[in-house]
C-alpha cells in the first residue's frame, strides 16, 4: 500500500490478488453466483444462495473490467430465472394478489442452481433488486454487448407496469439491507435509473412501436411519467434515506452511495452533499457503517443464536429486547462493500476535475479497502474479503460471510477504476 501509485504498482496488486484467489468469483455452472463462499459452520448464513442484487454487481464488476461474457452469462441467466415466475408479475400487476404480502413478490432471493423460488419466509418487497436487473439488461443491451427481441423486451416491460401498479415512488419496500419496509430514496432510486435506461433503449430500438405488455401499450410518455413520480419523490426525501415517522425514520444510509455510483442517478451538490454525509456520520476506522444503530452484527453478535442471525429483522429485534440488549452508538458492524465505492466515486471526479485532491482521496479509499483483506491469522485466514467486521471481545472481527462475493466485486471495481485515472493522469 501506498500514499500514491503507478499503474504498474496497481496491475502488481490486482496480480497478487489473483495469484491469492482474492479476486477469485466461484460460479455455478449457469453462470450465477452465490453470495459468498460457504462451509459446514457459515452454511446457516443461507449466503450459499443467489441474490439478484449481489449478482448485478458482481456482474458489472466484470463488464468494468473487460469481462462482458461472465457479465452477459449471469444476466442471461437471471432473465431465465424472472422468466420462469414471470407470474409474480403478472399476478400483482392483475390483483389476484395482495401486493402487501411480501411472499407474493417476485423473489430476489433463489436457488440458483435449479432456479427455484426459496419457501423459506422472506422479505421479498426489495424494488431496488428488480429495478438494478433492469438497469444492467438495458445497459447491456444499448451498448450492443447483449441482443434482445421483442419477447425479451416485453418482459421487461412487465418490470415497469409492476412497478406503476404497486406505485413504488410511494412503496413501502426493504430494500438493499431486506429489513423493516419503508419509503426508502435508495429503493426509488435504483428504480429510476431503470426506467431511464430502459426509456434510452426504447428511444434506439424501432421494436418501441410494437411494445405492448398485459395489454398496456409502452409508451415513452408512460415512461416518462414513472421517472417523473420517482424524482420528485426523490427531491422531497434526499438526502435522507427515509422520512417517516420513527423508527422508519433515517437521516443517513450508505445505501444512497450506489445512486452516486454505479447508477449514476444522483450528480452536483446532492451527491456531494451523501458522500459528506456517509463519510462524517457512517464512516469508521475498520468500514463504513450502513446506519446508525444497526443492529446486524453489531457488538457480541455470537451471542445471538444461529437461527436468528440472518432471518427476519422483527425476529432479531424481538431476541435483543427479551435479553434487554439496547445497541449503542459505536457497536455497529462496519462493512467492506462502501470504501471501494467511494474511491471508484472520487475516481470519476478526478476524471473529471483533474483535482489532485479527488485523486488523492480515490487512493485513501482504496487503500482503506485493501486494508480490510484478511490477514493470514484471521480464522478464514489471509487474503479474504469481508462482508463486514463487527465487534467481539473489544475487538473488531470478520464477520461470518467471509469472503463476500459482492465486496470483491467492488474491489475489482475500485482498482480498475484506479488504473483509469492514473492513465488519464499521463
Not at 455452472?29 to 452465490?34: A, D, R
Not at 429495478?131 to 423486451?153: A, D, H, M, P, S
Not at 447508477?263 to 446506519?291: F, P, S
Not at 463486514?388 to 471495481?413: R, S
Amino acid at each position: 500500500m501506498s500514499s500514491e501509485y503507478s499503474v504498474s504498482h496497481i496491475q502488481g496488486i490486482i496480480t497478487l490478488l489473483e495469484q491469492q484467489k482474492t479476486l477469485s468469483f466461484p460460479r455455478l455452472e449457469n453462470g450465477l453466483f452465490p453470495a459468498a463462499e460457504v462451509d459446514s459452520k457459515t452454511k446457516y448464513t443461507g449466503y450459499g444462495n443467489v441474490w439478484v442484487r449481489d449478482n448485478i454487481y458482481l456482474a458489472y464488476a466484470h463488464y468494468f473490467c473487460g469481462q462482458t461474457d461472465i457479465a452477459v452469462t449471469t444476466v442471461k441467466t437471471l432473465k431465465q430465472y424472472f422468466q420462469k415466475h414471470q407470474s409474480r408479475f403478472f399476478n400483482i400487476i392483475n390483483g389476484k394478489v395482495d401486493k402487501n404480502k411480501i411472499m407474493q413478490r417476485p423473489h430476489i432471493r433463489f436457488n440458483g442452481q435449479t432456479l427455484e423460488e426459496i419457501h423459506q419466509e422472506w422479505n421479498h418487497a426489495q424494488n431496488d433488486a428488480l429495478g438494478y436487473f433492469v438497469w444492467f439488461y438495458c445497459k447491456l443491451v444499448r451498448e450492443k454487448i447483449l441482443t434482445t427481441n421483442l419477447e425479451q423486451l416485453e418482459l421487461i416491460s412487465l418490470f415497469v407496469l409492476y412497478f406503476k401498479v404497486i406505485n413504488y415512488w410511494q412503496d413501502e419496500d426493504s430494500g438493499h439491507w431486506e429489513e423493516e419496509r419503508k419509503i426508502a430514496a435508495s429503493s426509488i432510486g435504483v428504480v429510476v435509473a431503470a426506467l431511464i435506461e430502459f426509456k434510452r433503449l426504447c428511444q434506439e430500438l424501432p421494436l418501441i412501436n410494437n411494445l405492448k405488455c398485459n395489454d398496456t401499450v409502452i409508451t415513452l410518455d408512460l415512461l416518462d411519467e414513472l421517472i417523473q413520480k420517482g424524482k420528485a419523490e426523490l427531491n422531497h426525501i434526499l438526502p435522507s434515506e427515509c422520512i417517516q415517522e420513527k423508527p422508519l425514520h433515517r437521516r443517513y444510509d450508505s445505501a444512497l452511495l450506489f445512486l452516486l455510483y454505479p447508477l449514476q442517478i444522483i450528480k452536483g451538490e446532492m451527491a456531494e452533499k451523501i458522500l459528506t454525509d456517509v463519510i462524517n456520520h457512517l464512516q469508521g476506522d475498520y468500514g463504513i457503517r450502513r446506519y446508525l444503530k444497526d443492529s446486524f452484527w453489531c457488538k457480541e453478535y455470537k451471542q445471538v443464536p444461529p437461527q436468528i442471525r440472518t432471518t427476519h429483522c422483527i425476529d432479531r429485534e424481538q431476541w435483543f429486547q427479551d435479553n434487554n440488549r439496547e445497541l449503542q452508538l459505536g457497536e455497529e458492524a462496519q462493512w467492506c462493500i462502501f470504501d471501494p465505492i467511494i474511491s471508484a466515486i472520487f475516481g470519476l471526479k478526478f476524471q473529471q476535475t483533474k483535482n489532485n485532491n479527488d485523486l488523492q482521496q480515490q487512493t485513501d479509499y482504496l487503500n482503506r479497502s485493501l486494508g480490510q483483506i484478511t490477514a493470514s491469522d484471521s480464522p478464514f485466514g489471509g487474503f479474504k474479503c469481508p462482508e463486514l467486521y463487527y465487534l467481539e471481545k473489544a475487538a473488531y472481527v470478520p464477520g461470518d460471510a467471509t469472503p463476500l462475493l459482492w465486496t470483491q466485486a467492488n474491489l475489482k471495481v475500485a482498482l480498475e477504476m484506479m488504473k483509469r485515472s492514473l492513465s488519464f493522469q499521463l
